[in-house]
């Protein structure tokens, strides 16, 4: 079974733009969650999507947003990018129901300059 | 919100050596969750956590879930360096919080030949 996939891998951006990463789960998954990742934060929940609605929610600005698609496909968009906005972000997968256990993609390394 | 404080920060051990990590919140959690994360890769799930009190195997690795289900800890018997790696919690809330994982800094582990 081919296992979470993202793209792109690496992306630079500068102040002010906004970027749109996208994330294929694990066929059967119907959950995708996106985290991000600093050195200073650690892994931090941004939202969870379930049959194409938002089912949780972290706590990032309005600038951070997601949505999901009727194949369980998702995209994550980030607006007027900041440079604390550099980051690793995570998009993982699951079935979504009970146990929430989680199955990682490689992740988007997002350089902002 | 909910937070996991997970201890130590950074392990530097010999081969041969046990090791126990700890992660502890004053939230209770309806399950805890393990995962391994590799420079460049995304976490991998290494065990899940249900019933307060709940040990469970994996190979060398130890998990055990408090009581109260509010702590948790990792123990590794006889560490090799292909345990090296950083080592995360992650606890899923309860109530309003299900299914919004919440994951504890980190410990990273380097285990030297």
């Known amino acids: 079974k081919a296992g979470v996939t993202q793209t792109p891998r690496y992306l630079i951006k500068t102040r002010g733009q906004q970027v749109t990463l996208s994330c294929s789960p694990i066929s059967g998954h119907r959950s995708v969650s996106w985290y991000q990742q600093t050195p200073g934060q650690g892994l931090q929940f941004l939202f969870e999507?379930?049959?194409?609605?938002?089912?949780n929610k972290g706590n990032f600005p309005g600038r951070f947003s997601g949505r999901q698609f009727s194949n369980s496909r998702s995209e994550m968009n980030v607006s007027t990018l900041e440079l604390g906005d550099s980051a690793l972000y995570l998009c993982?997968?699951?079935?979504?129901?009970?146990?929430?256990?989680?199955?990682f993609g490689p992740g988007t390394r997002l350089t902002v300059t | 919100t909910q937070l996991l404080e997970q201890s130590p920060q950074f392990l530097s051990i010999q081969e041969g050596e046990n090791l126990t990590v700890y992660c502890n919140s004053s939230s209770v959690f309806s399950s805890l969750q393990w995962y391994r994360q590799e420079p460049g890769e995304g976490p991998v799930l290494l065990v899940t956590?249900?019933?307060?009190?709940e040990v469970k195997k994996l190979k060398r690795l130890t998990f055990q879930f408090g009581d109260a289900r509010k702590d948790s800890s990792l123990h590794i018997t006889a560490a090799q360096p292909g345990d090296t790696g950083l080592y995360l919690c992650a606890g899923d809330g309860s109530g309003t919080s299900y299914g919004k994982l919440t994951f504890g800094q980190g410990t990273i582990l380097t285990v030297h030949p």
């Open positions: 999507y379930f049959s194409e609605t938002q089912r």
């Open positions: 956590v249900v019933t307060g009190g």
């Open positions: 993982a997968s699951s079935f979504g129901t009970d146990l929430h256990e989680q199955y």
